[in-house]
């Protein structure tokens, strides 16, 4: 649109090569230069460019791309009350002195500053916003803003101190919630966040539903072989809450290494819900949302997809993120940064800081590099800038799962007779090719017995080899998929669900693990429970051995199983 303009401002200075140039343009040039023809058009055309450019809406705020950027991310604190295992460490991370975060004041002085100039929807994130004691002063000042065109003010929050919050935050001025929620299953939601709280957090949830927010939406960061199969179970949420899940893809940040087999695209992830959920519907989507909108007819809410990996949205990319020590990020996956807290803390006016401001704004580039590659990740959602995470664990392919869903699966039988020898004794596979397919699923337990010295090592997650439940648990998942690479005579399953928990028995110093495999074929999957809590409980032992070689590993079974020819077996 600017050439063409352009080209008619030139057009029109051909037509009247004879007008007189502005006094200002002529001081412009060297003393006693009398200026061409051509250095005349070129003066007025500038001036003319200039006099639009000061009359477009919000020009600090619109880039080179023509992206006019009206959603500003406020993180209020590096703080967090959970430690995720993909966000940071155990022990948490370093944090930026006290002196160095933004205070009330200057939070709500740079809002009503990105405010005048075209912001109309602010959303306060952390770190966890809910640790901020002055939060209900920030969203009350930033109510205030509405009078001169702020529209919408927005929180995204992991819950867990939440629900006390709701009345208070919707009478203060807080329109939307999001909530972060990255497992259903109330033992990974503490191996994930090496903390308590889920039922915390799914009554803010509720909690903020009945509360009346405008809109309530769950967040869930997806990562292959840890929640991916549960996506079916966050849509079934939307049956009777009239909430909005999005499955946001395990993004890159800020060169921690990364490996992309734990990547899942929001193409596998619908291809997922499908196979339960057939009739699923696509939505229109807002202008400028990152979320690909979806629904299953009948259901109060919806569900959505954010892809910043594999389809980014960078093109409609409206947001501009002000981190809590002050620093302005014009892109998450951009390592540029301006800081808007030395200028006003050094005098500066609203103009210049406005300034500062554009400048950086003009530098945005037209897409993140991260879809390009994916060398370099680590998804952090809940923190101001990216931090620092435990290394990510080694990856081991699987056999090619293509052969996998064509071969016929491992028999189940009460018989007497064993299955897997032929007429004359020597050791066969069983031939189940004539069986139906059907639902099966199977359950083992099993625990490790250790001193009381190893076991609050384990408790506290001070093991020297790192977090053992985690890593246990990831194996005990790995290895359910690797049975038929283990176990000679079994074959490969295609399994749909693999659910491995560890839980602290703090009367018996054990660690109890049990492990639920489900899939849909010819044979059971009895064997691929009892493997995933083999060598999760092997796992612990690895990990602790240094502190207690006396560790034990007892009582290894199945407890229970269901489908098949042979009935539903459950143990005494």
């Not at 939060?135 to 101190?161: E, F, H, P, Q, V």
């Not at 919806?302 to 947001?319: D, P, Y």
Request: hydrophobic share 40%; charged share 25%.
């Amino acid at each position: 649109m600017r050439f063409s303009l352009k080209r008619l401002l030139t057009a029109e200075c051909r037509s009247t090569s004879k007008r007189s140039y502005s006094a200002a343009a002529a001081a412009a040039l060297p003393e006693q230069a009398v200026p061409t023809t051509q250095e005349r058009r070129k003066l007025h055309v500038r001036e003319k460019l200039a006099a639009i450019e000061a009359t477009r809406p919000f020009p600090q705020l619109t880039d080179t791309f023509g992206r006019q950027h009206s959603y500003l991310r406020i993180s209020l604190t590096e703080k967090c009350n959970l430690r995720c295992t993909y966000c940071m460490p155990a022990e948490g991370v370093p944090l930026s002195p006290k002196d160095h975060i933004l205070s009330t004041p200057e939070v709500l002085r740079l809002a009503k500053l990105f405010v005048t100039e075209g912001v109309t929807k602010i959303r306060l994130t952390g770190g966890e916003p809910t640790i901020r004691k002055d939060l209900m002063d920030i969203i009350a000042g930033l109510n205030d803003l509405r009078s001169i065109g702020l529209k919408t003010i927005g929180m995204t929050t992991n819950g867990l101190a939440l629900k006390r919050k709701l009345p208070a935050l919707r009478e203060a001025g807080l329109d939307q919630l999001n909530i972060s929620l990255d497992t259903l299953d109330v033992f990974k939601f503490e191996l994930m966040t090496r903390r308590r709280g889920f039922q915390n957090v799914m009554d803010s949830i509720t909690g903020a539903v009945s509360a009346g927010f405008d809109a309530v939406k769950l967040n869930a960061v997806v990562i292959k072989n840890v929640n991916d199969y549960e996506v079916v179970r966050f849509v079934e949420l939307t049956k009777d809450m009239p909430i909005n899940v999005r499955f946001i893809e395990y993004m890159p940040f800020d060169g921690n290494k990364w490996n992309e087999a734990k990547f899942v695209s929001y193409k596998n992830m619908l291809a997922r819900i499908k196979e339960t959920y057939p009739d699923v519907i696509k939505l229109t989507d807002d202008a400028n949302d990152t979320s690909k909108a979806y629904a299953v007819p009948g259901f109060s809410g919806k569900f959505g997809f954010i892809t910043s990996m594999s389809e980014h949205f960078c093109g409609s990319c409206n947001r501009l993120r002000l981190l809590a020590d002050g620093n302005l990020k014009v892109c998450l996956f951009g390592n540029a940064e301006v800081n808007l807290r030395d200028a006003m803390r050094s005098g500066a006016q609203d103009d210049k800081l406005l300034d500062v401001i554009g400048a950086a704004v003009k530098r945005k580039k037209k897409q993140h590099a991260a879809g390009s590659t994916m060398a370099y990740a680590i998804p952090c959602t809940r923190v101001g800038r990216p931090a620092a995470m435990l290394p990510a664990l080694p990856y081991r392919p699987i056999m090619p799962a293509q052969n996998c869903l064509r071969i016929p699966m491992r028999h189940h039988s009460t018989s007497s007779k064993l299955t897997h020898t032929d007429a004359s004794g020597r050791a066969t596979m069983v031939d189940v090719s004539s069986k139906t397919a059907t639902l099966r699923t199977a359950t083992a337990k099993g625990r490790v017995l250790m001193s009381a010295e190893a076991f609050s090592l384990v408790k506290t997650n001070a093991m020297k080899k790192g977090d053992v439940l985690t890593v246990a648990q990831i194996a005990g998942i790995h290895a359910a998929k690797q049975t038929g690479v283990l176990i000679p005579l079994c074959h490969p399953l295609p399994l749909s669900r693999i659910d491995v928990r560890l839980d602290l028995d703090d009367d018996n110093q054990c660690v109890d693990v049990a492990a639920t495999v489900s899939c849909r074929g010819q044979t059971g999957v009895e064997m691929e429970a009892i493997v995933a809590v083999s060598v999760a409980c092997c796992t612990v032992y690895d990990m602790c051995k240094a502190v207690d070689k006396g560790i034990r590993i007892h009582d290894i079974r199945v407890v229970e199983k269901t489908g098949g020819k042979s009935g539903d077996y459950k143990a005494d």
